[in-house]
Nanobody, 115 residues
């Protein structure tokens, strides 16, 4: 069984920064994709960024240039550095891990950006 444990959410003023972390444990394939999604109230869960185990990254247009995703394969951990935060970034952020036919989610961490 795979578990994802997220940390790093919180309340920050517009223009500020936060760093999210997600540690995965369990039986994980060496080739995998880890990522972050977010869901604001009344909206769908959308991709923020993801990163393949080899290092290739993918970002939503709304966060390009402000957010950076990275990972430590030895620790099965993915990070999301969020800079220049905006009120519209407010959402619950979910960590995601997928490989072969498997797709796992973290419990979510709240990020609130005040104006």
């Amino acid at each position: 069984q795979v578990q994802l444990v997220e940390s790093g959410g919180g309340l920050v003023q517009a223009g500020g920064s936060l760093r999210l972390s997600c540690a995965a444990s369990g039986s994980i394939a060496a080739i995998n994709i880890m990522g972050w999604y977010r869901q604001a109230p009344g909206k769908e869960r959308d991709l923020v960024a993801d990163i393949i185990s080899g290092g290739t990254t993918n970002y939503a247009d709304s966060v390009k240039g402000r957010f950076t995703i990275s990972r430590d394969n030895a620790k099965n951990t993915v990070y999301l550095q969020m800079n220049s935060l905006k009120p519209e970034d407010t959402a619950v952020y979910y960590c995601n891990l997928r490989f072969t036919k498997y797709n796992y989610w973290g419990q979510g961490t709240q990020v609130t950006v005040s104006s």
